[in-house]
């Protein structure tokens, strides 16, 4: 299978996000930008996720390791 280089290969690409700004509030749709990879990294396109349990957890601000905001 080959490669094609992408139209948007070295370019910075604006993408629909989910954010968690805090603790307890609901999640954001916005636009955020994303900066082109860097050596030895990968830029993928996702099609499809979901919120797992461990990511309500933190949501919920009962995880002590939970850090905000938190890009999805």
Known sequence: MSV???EFEGKT????AAIAWGPGEDLSV?????AP???????????YTGVCHT????LSG???????PVIW
């Open 30 to 34: 916005e636009d955020v930008e994303v």
């Open 62 to 68: 009962k995880d002590p390791e939970g850090a905000f």
């Open 4 to 6: 094609q280089p992408s």
């Open 13 to 16: 690409i604006t993408c629909k």
């Open 37 to 47: 990879p860097k050596a030895n990294e990968v830029r993928i396109k996702i099609l």
């Open 55 to 58: 990511d309500a957890y933190t």
